[in-house]
Nanobody, 126 residues
Framework: QVQLVESGGGLVQAGGSLRLSCAAS????????MGWFRQAPGKEREFVAA????????YYKDSVKGRFTISRDNAKNTVYLQMSSLKPEDTAVYYC???????????????????WGQGTQVTVSS
């Protein structure tokens, strides 16, 4: 199995930036597609961004396009989410996830992912 550990969350003022990291261990593969999701209080977990195994392709939720950047360093078994121009609506617990077995689903579908991290809190104050 694969273990995922997020880090980098914290409290930031609106307009500020944070970089989240997700370190993978265990039976990891560079070919794993990786994603970031977030869940705000009282809301369902939603897709934020995803990146292909090679890093050549990226996908974003419309509301974060131009503000967030997903990237990966396969040599370090780590995926990142660089967040800028943060807004209070970005406040949530952020989770990283990995795809091991494709199921014919969209990358924005939570059911697509086989492994999940524990989450890291991001709080954006106004």
């Amino acid at each position: 199995q694969v273990q995922l550990v997020e880090s980098g969350g914290g409290l930031v003022q609106a307009g500020g930036s944070l970089r989240l990291s997700c370190a993978a261990s265990g039976r990891t593969r560079s070919s794993y597609t990786m994603g970031w999701f977030r869940q705000a209080p009282g809301k369902e977990r939603e897709f934020v961004a995803a990146i292909s195994g090679s890093g050549a392709s990226t996908y974003y939720k419309d509301s974060v396009k131009g503000r967030f950047t997903i990237s990966r360093d396969n040599a370090k078994n780590t995926v990142y989410l660089q967040m800028s121009s943060l807004k209070p609506e970005d406040t949530a617990v952020y989770y990283c996830a990995a795809v091991e077995t494709y199921r014919g689903l969209e990358l924005s579908d939570r059911s697509m992912y086989d492994y999940w991290g524990q989450g890291t809190q991001v709080t954006v104050s106004s």
